[in-house]
């Protein structure tokens, strides 16, 4: 059974503090991801990840920052939390666009955050 | 910059009957993917259904299919005999075909009435 796995399913945090949000993948996926989710909103991409300490910005990077050590590791770090970045941050994996790429990807269950 | 529209926020149907959720979107690939995602109350996203561009014919998975519209970018799925279980979330979801990024709609949240 294929997994991705996010460290915290509920998370609260005060403002100012340095948030980490982990994510470890087992399918041997080259591209990995961050994502929010907020009401009305759907999911917006925060950043991803096509290689080890490979990264690109998506469309909603400020305030936030990734690390990618690791192939199943991805983490986001939110430097000083606000009150603002309180929401749902999934992770997420695919496999790169070759010939056996389906172009799916697989979701963790979801980190629930409230900045306090 | 590709961008994906459900303009459905809330819709809902009866046990056992079809309903059908739209979804548009804008591209100038010609060759990419296209997805229906469902998130249940547990918040696990699940994939629904998947259509390649490239592929004129509409994908079908038991009760869900969708109406895949190339020339309209167009992307709709439809639920036939709707179960209670199908009550959700459901995001439709645009794929680059190098696998590097998901761009999904706002979601259309579907309640089904017993």
């Known amino acids: 059974d294929v997994k991705v796995t996010q460290s915290s399913r509920y998370l609260v945090k005060r403002t100012g503090e340095k948030v980490f949000l982990e994510c470890v993948q087992d399918m041997d996926h080259e591209n990995m991801f961050w994502y929010r989710q907020d009401p009305g909103l759907g999911l917006r991409l925060i950043y991803f990840?096509?290689?080890?300490?490979?990264?690109e910005k998506g469309d909603i990077p400020e305030g936030y920052s990734v690390s990618r050590e690791k192939k199943e590791r991805f983490s986001l770090i939110l430097e000083s939390a606000s009150t603002n970045q309180t929401s749902m941050y999934l992770c997420a994996s695919s496999q790169a666009g070759t010939g056996g790429s389906s172009g799916e990807a697989f979701f963790g269950q979801g980190t629930r955050l409230t900045v306090v | 910059a590709q961008t994906v529209t459900q303009s459905q926020p809330e819709m809902s149907v009866q046990e056992a009957e079809t309903v059908t959720l739209s979804c548009t979107y804008d591209t100038s690939e010609s060759d990419y993917y296209l997805f229906w995602y469902k998130q249940p109350p547990s918040r696990q996203m699940i994939l629904v259904i998947r259509q390649e561009a490239y592929k004129q014919q509409n994908a079908t998975e038991n009760r869900f299919s969708v109406n895949f519209q190339k020339a309209a970018k167009s992307f709709s799925l439809k639920i036939s005999d709707s179960q209670l279980g199908d009550a959700a979330m459901y995001f439709c979801a645009y794929g680059e075909t190098s696998g590097s990024r998901l761009t999904f709609g706002e979601g259309t949240q579907l309640t089904v009435n017993p």
């Open positions: 990840s096509y290689d080890v300490k490979m990264k």
